[in-house]
């Protein structure tokens, strides 16, 4: 239902293109890698791969299961709440093991949190926490990597501007890109493991801001 939803409102308030390597559909079984700029970037990927036929399990900060009406669908459709900070902390990467297993298609970002930044503009993604690589050594899970640009020109910057971002993204209608990459096999180390993936997020992020005409693209 999340990612239906997605699909319907995300157009009306940006411009939404999508690129893949991979054709239509990801293998199941698959951990999706996707960088984190804004609150508005999860409903985005999650529109750009329901248009690939791709119905992720997502795993996003508990808080969000505190959330009236949201909680109870996050709850209802087997979404993955992470305990950051916490002892619980561990059972995520459990319950994204065991949806790996049955053969869904889960949805990771692995920065662990959105960049502390104001301005609306692209940055490539920030360091990687370790979720990612033991969950993908745990399930030997292929890690397809994906990049969105544009989210931050939704919503950015601190609350009041967030709201009225998302209030004048309707009439602005800014252009969004997502593109996904080629999947990755990690087979190295742990340190290994993190810098290949976040090479490889940052590499089809650097390809969905190109489309959008950032200069961030172009840097090294």
Do not use: C
Request: glycine letters at 10%.
């Amino acid at each position: 239902m999340l990612s239906r939803l997605a699909d319907v409102l995300v157009p009306t308030v940006g411009r939404l293109t999508v690129t893949a390597e991979t054709g239509p559909g990801l293998a199941p079984g698959s951990i999706i890698a996707a960088n984190h700029t804004s609150l508005a970037d999860p409903a985005i990927v999650l529109a750009a791969l329901h248009r690939l036929g791709v119905q992720p399990v997502v795993m996003a900060a508990a808080g969000l299961w505190r959330t009236p009406l949201l909680g109870r669908a996050l709850a209802r459709e087997g979404h993955i709440p992470v305990h950051r900070g916490d002892p619980r902390a561990s059972r995520a990467l459990d319950l994204a093991a065991a949806a790996l297993a049955a053969g869904r298609t889960v949805l990771i970002y692995a920065e662990g949190g959105i960049p502390l930044r104001k301005d609306p503009a692209e940055a490539a993604p920030e360091p990687f926490r370790s979720g990612l690589s033991r969950l993908a050594e745990r399930t030997g899970a292929p890690v397809v990597p994906v990049g969105q640009a544009g989210a931050r020109r939704v919503t950015s910057g601190n609350t009041a501007k967030q709201l009225a971002g998302l209030v004048t993204a309707p009439l602005r209608r800014p252009h969004l890109h997502v593109h996904v990459g080629a999947p990755l096999s990690l087979t190295g180390g742990h340190t290994a493991n993190t810098r290949h993936a976040h090479s490889a997020v940052t590499a089809a992020w650097r390809t969905a801001a190109a489309q959008l005409g950032e200069p961030a693209a172009l840097a090294a």
